[in-house]
């Protein structure tokens, strides 16, 4: 037990940030209280029923100037934020690392800076690294920033449109359930973000995957790890398929996809491990074969496609939530 | 200074008991109980202050040549100085690499000029520290040098390795270590563990540091080499320490005041200011550091001060460079988180920056008694104090320390007879 650190003051470092209280900002899923997720939830819900019906044609985000700044590939998820941004009536603009000037040498900060300067009040970043999200929130005065895949870390939008999919699913009672996680957790921001918000809302989470792709010390994230799939997924209610990337055969991490799919991939006899009302997601883009059978993914279980439409509708909760927060801490 | 110059109310690091000295030319002339100083030209007070030996570091970046955006020998020493030590070993992983005897020349020739504490270069094993090629390791000793270190670039062949200590065997000085194998740490960026996991940052497992370490010391039984091993953290580490000098043989190792006062949850939130390379442990290796430390199995303490540009770590965590200073905090951290919980004594503890890393490298003996270079320290062991990093004279603020109570404060240094140090606030006190 390191007492000696507790005695003496945190460190507060270039680097560091007390965890925003502001909720101007959406960094992650870890250390949101019960309330806030629901909260979040109820009024992506709310979008979601239009979504089936009407439409949201709102004009609730007028006035709000939203930049999604792109440091990483993405087609879902900047299309969904600028979805998102559209239906509600932001002002919102693009950027991807193809054509931003960080490939002139200017500083991640700087480029930020700028577009903060341009009178921005929202901006929705992905960046390839852990933590990027948090240091913005920590440099930049007056945005307020939304964390769209930061690394490793965190994806909270993914993770909240997890929620919202589960909760459908599960009928609201998120108390006694079980999720099994399946696949490559060391380098999934979408895992991270999954464990933290379902693990506030009761629900035990059952990890596995090719001990090669589970990061030591994993289990301190409050969940279990399953030495096969067929036990991860025996009597789940969920079971989540992360992406596998074809890089981790290149870095030695796993030996070959056929090996992978017959091992740790999610096929319709495992399906049936499940329990009866037992959903299989994954976050997409899909290697249908590989972590995920095609049959699976086309199933009557399968939930994949709903959780696209559901995450329209919390990337719209979020900004709302975001832009609200932040119109009433930043005063011009 | 011209003169003979009297300290008088001191006590002694040792043994407490009261004492004064006298300093004229450069070196110690008179030193004992009160009155064996006789009188001086001029007279400092020390008000029952501690006295020591002059601190050594055997372990900083003075970054001179090449990054002198981020120190110099100038303020590096100064940092040094006002950090109570009287001697440094400079690294030479510096652009150009100091590979060349050339270069060992000149550094202790801009130390001479500039320098506020003496300065001892530490030239590179091989060349352009790039594994390859052994470097000119004789006449580098000849030019000055006092050991051979690629630290920062393990060298990875164990085939150079073994060549290196053999090669070196005729000037007797120490290879220093940097223990790490870079295929396990990959890209890491912080100590492999629930916190790495929890931030989605890539690990280096502690295994990387202990593997060399063991492939180290299996190489000096095999030649017979003085390998040092460099700022260790790893508690595997230590048990292979212990167990090289159970074996009688020629290996030595040094750790760090970062790895007894930090885990890697210091990193909360991305403190790019607790990156530094080996990484912050878990908590049950900062136990082995401070057990192996107790016991003995530690040589010596050093810094690995490594400042860096306020821009350089103000980056996203995992592109921001490795490395903390360590010269304006070393002794304060030892005396609050060693001395203080009792894991050792003053005088041990003083030891473990004087007269040990001495012994380790070989370097000429400091002593508070006539004849000895009159390079000492005063010290306030019980002194409380708030570290701010704005006010520290190395130019890097990269410290993780900045605002932390600390206890025990250098109060004035002595290098060679001139005052090198002397606290503000001291200075000023009526009773000087």
Not at chain 1, 249 to 268: C, D, F, H, K, P
Not at chain 2, 220 to 242: C, M, Q
Request: hydrophobic content about 45%; aromatic content about 4%; glycine content about 10%.
């Amino acid at each position: 037990m390191p007492a000696s650190t507790m005695s003496a003051p945190a460190p507060t470092g270039a680097g560091v940030f007390s965890r925003m209280a502001s909720s101007r900002h959406l960094l992650g899923l870890e250390g949101m209280s019960r309330a806030e997720l629901l909260e979040i939830l109820d009024r992506a819900q709310r979008f979601r029923d239009l979504l089936d019906g009407q439409g949201i044609q709102s004009q609730e985000l007028r006035g709000v100037t939203v930049c999604n700044a792109f440091f990483e590939n993405s087609t879902r998820t900047r299309v969904s934020f600028e979805l998102a941004e559209q239906r509600l009536g932001a002002t919102h603009v693009s950027f991807s690392s193809s054509d931003s000037s960080t490939a002139k040498g200017e500083t991640l900060l700087d480029t930020l800076r700028v577009v903060q300067s341009m009178r921005v009040d929202l901006v929705v970043v992905r960046h390839p690294s852990a933590g990027v999200a948090a240091y913005l929130a920590r440099h930049l005065d007056s945005a307020g920033v939304i964390n769209a895949g930061d690394g490793a870390h965190e994806h909270p939008t993914q993770g909240l449109l997890d929620l919202l999919t589960l909760r459908q699913a599960w009928k609201g009672q998120f108390e006694g359930r079980r999720i099994a996680i399946v696949g490559d957790i060391a380098h999934s921001r979408v895992a991270r973000s999954a464990i933290h918000g379902l693990r506030v809302l009761g629900t035990a989470v059952t990890v596995a995957g090719p001990p090669t792709l589970l990061p030591m010390g994993l289990e301190a994230l409050g969940v279990e790890c399953s030495g096969t799939v067929d036990d991860a997924m025996r009597g789940a209610d969920a079971v989540m398929a992360l992406r596998l990337q074809r890089e981790r055969m290149e870095q030695g991490l796993l030996a070959s996809t056929s090996e992978y799919a017959r091992v740790w991939g999610i096929n319709a006899r495992r399906v049936e491990l499940l329990e009866p009302e037992g959903v299989v997601m994954h976050p997409g883009p899909m290697n249908r074969g590989v972590e995920i059978a095609a049959d699976v993914a086309d199933g009557p279980r399968s939930v994949v496609f709903q959780q696209v439409t559901d995450g329209v509708a919390v990337r719209c909760a979020v900004l709302l939530r975001c832009a609200t927060a932040r119109a009433h801490e930043v005063r011009p | 200074m011209s003169g003979r110059q009297v300290i008088r109310n001191a006590r002694h690091w040792k043994t407490g008991e009261p004492f004064e000295l006298a300093v004229e030319g450069g070196r110690i002339v008179a030193a004992g109980a009160p009155g064996a100083a006789g009188a001086g030209a001029s007279e400092v007070d020390a008000a029952g202050a501690v006295v020591s030996a002059g601190l050594v570091d055997l372990h900083v970046h003075l970054r001179e040549p090449g990054g002198e955006g981020r120190e110099t020998i100038e303020t590096g020493t100064r940092a040094a100085a006002a950090g109570g030590f009287t001697a440094v070993a400079c690294m030479p992983n510096t652009q150009p690499v100091i590979d060349d005897k050339a270069w060992v020349s000149w550094i202790l020739q801009r130390a001479v000029e500039l320098g506020h504490c003496r300065v001892h270069p530490i030239a590179a094993v091989t060349v352009g520290q790039k594994g390859a090629a052994l470097a000119e390791l004789i006449a580098l000793a000849e030019a000055g040098a006092v050991a051979f270190s690629d630290d920062g670039h393990p060298v990875m062949s164990a085939e150079m390795m073994r060549r290196a200590l053999e090669y070196a065997k005729p000037t007797g000085l120490p290879i220093v270590c940097h223990e790490e194998d870079l295929t396990l740490r990959g890209q890491g960026h912080m100590n492999e563990g629930p916190v790495a996991a929890r931030l989605g940052v890539r690990g280096i497992p502690a295994a990387a540091e202990v593997v060399m370490v063991r492939r180290d010391i299996e190489l000096a039984e095999l030649t017979g080499g003085h390998v040092h091993l460099a700022h260790l953290s790893a508690a595997g580490s230590f048990d292979a320490l212990r167990d090289a000098k159970r074996r009688g043989l020629p290996v030595t190792g040094e750790t760090c005041p970062h790895y007894w006062t930090l885990t890697d949850e210091a990193v909360g939130e991305y403190d790019t200011h607790a990156k530094m390379n080996p990484p912050l442990r878990a908590a049950r290796d900062r136990a082995a550091v401070i057990e192996a430390i107790r016991e003995g199995v530690v040589d010596c303490f050093v810094t690995d001060h490594a400042p860096h540009g306020f821009e350089d770590k103000r980056q996203p965590f995992d592109q921001a460079p490795f490395g903390i200073v360590g010269l304006e905090t070393a002794l304060a951290l030892t005396l609050t988180f060693l001395v203080k919980p009792g894991h050792l004594t003053l005088a041990r503890a003083l030891e473990l920056w004087t007269e040990a890393p001495r012994r380790v490298f070989g370097l000429p003996e400091v002593a508070l008694a006539a004849g000895s270079p009159a390079d000492f320290t005063l010290l306030d062991p019980g002194l409380e104090w708030t570290v701010d990093a704005s006010r520290f004279r190395t130019k890097g603020r990269n410290t993780p320390f900045d605002q932390w109570k600390l206890t025990g404060k250098v109060l004035a240094t002595w290098c060679g007879g001139e005052i090198t140090h002397m606290e503000e606030s001291w200075m000023e006190a009526p009773a000087r």
